[in-house]
């Protein structure tokens, strides 16, 4: 990641630019996190075990399974890394997750996403996610 | 610094040769162990790209995949699949835990066809190489009706299957 942050370009007022609006990337990540959850067959957002630990001690807890870089053109690059269902198609699923994390990141910050490239890291069944997340909430 | 320095060389002087050696070569160990965990590539495979980025599918993913898929099969107790990547084409094999002696060739065969319907079904992946399924132990309760004349069926190699994309 080269800048933690990226620049919005805003309308023009008569007398100049009203100012920049920067955002930062690990906003796009959350951004990019949520879209990828409500996903029919994404079950959850997450890198391998070395990356989880690295981005706890690093205390970016957002950061965790999303990667967003920027082109030279300034569009978002996002690599994110998902546990998918079980029976679920997954290659569809995948193009699915594309689209809408795109779409998401496009629509609440107004720059075009140049690609996302999704890593499939496991296949769960849905109940094991629940135990995970219980287990861990206790 | 410089005491901290000259205690450790004090405590280090007071060590038999051989405890050195040995804290040496754990230093040694770990500084290995955790080079590999961090440097080491994870092997993925593509499942395909277009211009909206590329799908990719961990190496742990396409196993679990291929082990929920031998766990549906009602014969099958346990399975233990590995999954070898080379170049772009995968290679299976699956360890496996039968309930019982029976119909050895049609599970694994069974099993073979369901594996690579999944690849190409649910991933796109064309590049298909052999899904080798070995039977390696039945479950407890049936180990005892193991038919004696057929001592060789407790290991069956199943064949390669040929999938309709590589004949092409």
Known sequence: MDSQESTIETGDDQEGSLGQI???????????????????????VGGNFVENFIAQISSKESDKGVRVSEDEAGNYQIEIRVFMEY????????????????????NMTGKPVANVDVIIEGVKMADEIGEEDSQSSE | MTELVQRASEILDQLPLYAIIGIFAVFVLILIGLGRLLKKPPSRLTAFSSEAGSVLVSKKALQELIRQVCLRDDSVEASRPTVKINGAKIYTNVDLRLASPTNLRETSERLQTRISELLQKSLNFDQIGHIEIMVTSFGKNDVDEVPIAEPASSTLQAKDISLPSEEK
């Open chain 1, 22 to 44: 920067k955002v930062n990337h690990t906003v796009v990540s959350t951004i990019v996190k949520m879209a990828a959850i409500n996903v029919t067959g994404v079950l959850a």
């Open chain 1, 87 to 106: 029976g679920v198609e997954l290659a569809k699923t995948a193009e699915t997750l594309q689209m809408i994390v795109a779409k998401q990141v496009t």
